[in-house]
């Protein structure tokens, strides 16, 4: 039996994926048991996500001691160790993804985002990840960086489906969206089943709350403090209504009638940072069809619990939102200084996720060897 709260969320048009893969949670049953009790129609990894996976040893050591036999290095080790959970992720949910016609039942993974800047190198290893995991329903993640825009458009332009990551701006979203136009433009000229390559473009939500509710608490005054916690939904809701924008565009009719699916917006980053906020914040305020919202199994677990699904909390709020965003200019908040600056923490944050994972393999490997 579904959650109720899950189930409510799902029959609103709300694609519900995990945000977090591990081989305990392979091996375990416990991805199996969200599927089938929460509603989990997909799962997004991340190089932070792999990094914490990869402390629990015991699940890799098999695996890391026939790598080190064969003499592998920490690099070629990763990309066996991570690209075998996500095939094992994806015959898991082959089934959902046969049954929901290739829309859902799909698993994410990066490229090594050192190649964020890096647009020949990032079609490159997004060409490699997709040929290594050799499943029809695999994702493959490349950063929305400026130069990662020609190398998402590369990649679909190849037949391979990508999910867009690290979003925060409503101009870098746009762009997006010529990306993916272009490169679903690109797999038609190429003789490529539009039906069979999907897109989604991952907004992040939380970390524009947490930088601008710094600046607001800064600044103090009553008309700061009372838009805390209002930017992260007001930004996202204002994607949405771009999304509604180019479903119309005869742009994308032309595709679509040639068979291909549209790119979703896909809420990342939905986990509340400030825990003055419901905790369900980012999930029951971004309720609208056709999105997926990818959650850390804590927000899952408290959608489950007592999450409140009411209906599409999107549609109609886009005056509201711009509301919010002009009266944060007002009080000299600097929105495109902010998305910016978060673009930037976010590639270090996963470049030291992967300096992390690439020293734990490496001490794993030379252990190995040693006994």
């Known amino acids: 039996m579904s959650n109720p709260n899950t189930q409510a969320l799902s029959t609103a048009g709300v694609s519900i994926w995990l945000d977090d893969l591990s081989r305990e949670r392979l ?27 990869l402390q629990d040893g015991a699940s890799y050591a098999e695996q890391v001691a026939e790598l080190a036999a064969a003499g592998a ?12 959970d996500v095939a094992n992720a994806c015959d898991l949910f082959a089934p959902v993804h046969a049954a929901s016609d290739g829309i859902d039942g799909r698993v994410s993974i990066e490229v090594d985002p050192r190649l964020a800047r890096d647009t020949a190198g990032t079609i490159a290893e997004a060409a490699k990840l997709h040929a290594k995991v050799d499943r029809a329903n695999v994702l493959i993640k490349i950063p929305a960086t400026v130069e990662g825009l020609e190398a998402i458009s590369a990649t ?12 925060f701006s409503l101009a870098r979203y746009r762009a997006v969206i010529n990306a993916w136009l272009t490169g679903m433009e690109g797999a038609l000229a190429n003789g490529h089943d539009l039906s069979t390559i999907s897109s989604v473009a991952s907004f992040f939500v939380s970390r524009v709350d947490s930088e601008i509710d710094g600046r607001l608490n800064a600044l103090g005054s009553d008309a700061a403090l ?4 209002k930017a992260g939904l007001a930004n996202a809701r204002l ?3 771009i999304f509604e924008e180019t479903t119309g565009s005869e742009r994308f009719k032309l595709l679509a009638a040639a068979g291909a699916q549209v790119q979703r917006p896909l809420w ?40 409140q699904v009411t209906g599409d909390t999107v549609s109609g709020s886009y005056a509201e939102s711009n509301a919010v965003l002009d009266d ?26 992967w300096i992390e994972v690439i020293d734990d393999v490496k001490a794993a490997l030379a252990e190995s060897t040693s006994k």
């Open 328 to 353: 944060l200019a007002g009080l000299g908040i600097d929105y495109h200084q902010v998305v910016e600056q978060l673009e930037v923490e976010g590639l270090a944050k996963f470049d030291a996720s």
């Open 27 to 53: 091996t375990s049953g416990s991805l199996a048991a969200l599927i089938a009790e929460k509603n989990v129609v997909g799962v997004t990894t991340n190089p932070s996500i792999f990094a914490a996976a």
């Open 268 to 307: 990342a980053s939905t986990g509340v940072k400030d825990p003055a906020y419901p905790d369900t914040l980012y999930v029951t305020g971004l309720v609208a069809a056709h999105v997926v919202n990818t959650m850390p199994e804590k927000t899952l677990d408290a959608l489950a619990d007592h999450g």
């Open 156 to 167: 679909l332009a190849a037949g391979i489906g990508v999910n867009v990551t690290l979003i």
């Open 73 to 84: 290095d920490a690099e070629a080790a990763i990309f066996e160790i991570t690209t075998t």
């Open 239 to 241: 994607a949405y209504q």
């Open 226 to 229: 009372g838009l805390r916690g």
